[in-house]
């Protein structure tokens, strides 16, 4: 299922999330300009890699390279137009609710926290892993989960792929948000146990999840209120 737009007005301009998805694509783009090789480098030194964070935790390499500077680091890089563009939409999408219901500083906290939730998640279930984990999907997940809390009732019009024609229709966003959580986490406990050097980071979108359904309903409310 692909949400188009929700009918949930936020009744504000969301800057924050304008700014957050300026920033993914002027970095998306400055490493599309990079050789290849220079990229390949550029994605291991600032994607967090599970291997490395796992050495540095027993002292055996740096902590602020290996654990730090790609924690954040990470949010802001993609593998690909797909990734970037899938993961702006759904913060275009979702975000403004989520903004206006916090404000915007806090929102920007609240966003790069549930990043970080996301990566330790994905880190804790797969902490010997050599690939780079990188994408904002962790952060936007917690955005996701937000809305799911707080607007479980909202209205979004979603275009359902099946076979030969596409529907649009609407549906309550705790049962889009709530399918695409699901997909998440049985994606996720599938591959429990199997080392995979590419792929999705499914365990970083269900902790990024659970942390911005859990964290929103401990923020007081900015002036929103739920359906």
Known sequence: MLPLRDRNPSGIIPWMVYALIAANLVVFIHEIALPS????????????????VTLALHGKADLAAALIVPALASMFLHGGWLHVL??????????????????????????????????????VLDPLNPAPTIGA???????????????????????IPLFLVF????LPAILVLGFWFLIQFFHGTAALGVQFTHGVAYWAHVGGFVA????????????????
């Open 37 to 52: 090789g220079e990229l390949a480098a550029f994605v291991e030194r600032y994607g967090l890699v599970p291997r490395r």
């Open 86 to 123: 899938g993961n702006m939409w759904f913060l275009f999408v979702f975000g403004d609710n989520v903004e206006a219901r916090l404000g915007r500083l806090r929102f920007l906290f609240f966003y790069v926290g549930c990043g970080l939730v996301a990566a330790a998640s994905q880190y």
């Open 137 to 159: 999907s962790g952060a936007i997940a917690g955005v996701l989960g937000a809305y799911f809390a707080t607007w479980p009732g909202a209205r979004i019009v979603t275009l």
């Open 167 to 170: 529907p649009v229709v609407e």
């Open 212 to 227: 911005g359904a859990v964290a929103v309903l401990l923020v007081p409310s900015g002036g929103r209120r739920s359906r």
